[in-house]
């Protein structure tokens, strides 16, 4: 069983800045991914930054040089440091990871349940 819990939503004015973290726990024998994901209204969800092991970084050309991603292996935490936010960017964030439980053959997708983030227009 895994767990990702995201916390750092918010409200927020346009121009300013946020920082989103997930956390994830269980019987995990290793990450391959660790992501963030977003779902605005009416929208289908959106890959927003990822990091892969041993693959590095990428971002959706909406957010570079706005968003950074940063991982932390030996926590199993991510987050995502959001600058410069615009109204466009008002969604639920949703952090997703790939990981291999322990005593598992594959790796899996997992989900967070989402974080709201809401920039005024």
């Known amino acids: 069983q895994v767990q990702l819990v995201e916390s750092g939503g918010g409200l927020v004015q346009p121009g300013g800045s946020l920082r989103l973290s997930c956390a994830a726990s269980?019987?995990?024998?290793?990450?391959?991914?660790m992501g963030w994901y977003r779902q605005a209204p009416g929208k289908q969800r959106e890959l927003v930054a990822d990091?892969?092991?041993?693959?590095?970084?990428n971002y959706a050309d909406s957010v570079k040089g706005r968003f950074t991603i940063s991982r932390d292996n030996a926590k199993n935490t991510v987050s995502l440091k959001m600058n410069n936010l615009k109204p466009e960017d008002t969604a639920v964030y949703y952090c997703?990871?790939?990981?291999?439980?322990?005593?598992?053959?594959?790796?899996?997708?997992?989900w967070g349940k989402g974080t709201l983030v809401t920039v005024l227009s």
């Open positions: 997703k990871s790939v990981i291999r439980v322990v005593g598992g053959l594959n790796v899996m997708p997992y």
């Open positions: 269980g019987s995990i024998a290793s990450i391959v991914v």
């Open positions: 990091d892969t092991s041993g693959g590095g970084t």
